[in-house]
């Protein structure tokens, strides 16, 4: 399917455990990012890439890993979860930084008990 | 960064125009004043942009005052489609100032 997708789309995981979250775009856009959207806190940046390789660290990036490898591909790597992972996570991208649109995927609901 | 600040509600009914707030007194020069909205259970989607002129597209219109220190995004005929939280992001373009930084925005209630 073309467009931005996201898995899974719910995760129930424990405290301490490591957790991948996977964004996957078919674009071939430049820039895909990172987000958590919190109750009271709207959408808050956690990491973004510029390309293959390129990452750097948006506004929450503690307790988080990202990798891109791949151009289509940015997963992220909570190391260790704690409950206060637990979130709404979407990812984002956009063909480049100064695009006017971000395309956003549909979300991961995470829940660490 | 500049900061904005919209209402946290609004109620509209269906198939009247809607005129959602956003003031940015605080707005530099280069900042380019930008709207997504955000469904319920859906990640954000752009809505519309611009710098010193009214914009139109086939979603909205931006209407931003002359002084560039308030602008008004208009939806001319809600639908219940509409129903969303809208966010109004002032935007610099050029390293990690070209982020989106998302406040709580407005969130639009339509009537049937």
């Known amino acids: 399917d073309a467009g931005i997708t996201q898995s899974p789309r719910y995760k129930i995981t424990e405290t301490g455990r490591q957790v991948t979250l996977m964004c996957h775009q078919t674009?071939?856009?430049?820039?895909m990012f990172w987000y958590r959207q919190d109750l009271g806190h709207g959408l808050r940046l956690i990491y973004y890439?510029?390309?293959?390789?390129?990452?750097d660290k948006g506004e929450v990036p503690d307790g988080y890993v990202v990798s891109r490898s791949k151009t289509e591909n940015f997963p992220l790597t909570l190391e260790s979860a704690t409950r206060s992972q637990t979130s709404v996570y979407f990812c984002a991208s956009s063909e480049y930084h100064g695009s006017y649109e971000q395309y956003f995927g549909p979300g991961t609901r995470l829940t660490v008990t | 960064d500049a900061k904005t600040t919209q209402p946290n509600s609004m109620e509209s009914n269906e198939e009247e125009p809607v005129h959602l707030p956003c003031n940015h007194s605080?707005?530099?020069?280069?900042?380019?004043i930008h709207w997504y909205r955000q469904l319920p259970s859906q990640g954000p989607e752009y809505v519309i942009h611009g710098l010193t002129s009214n914009v139109n597209n086939r979603m909205a219109s931006l209407a931003i005052a002359e002084d560039r220190k308030s602008s008004t995004l208009i939806l001319h005929r809600a639908t219940l489609r509409d129903a969303a939280v809208y966010y109004c992001?002032?935007?610099?373009?050029?390293?990690?100032?070209?982020?989106?930084?998302f406040g709580k925005g407005t969130k639009l209630s339509v009537k049937p």
């Open positions: 890439s510029a390309a293959a390789d390129i990452t």
């Open positions: 992001i002032l935007r610099t373009y050029g390293g990690s100032q070209g982020n989106l930084i």
């Open positions: 605080t707005i530099s020069g280069t900042d380019y």
């Open positions: 674009w071939s856009h430049s820039y």
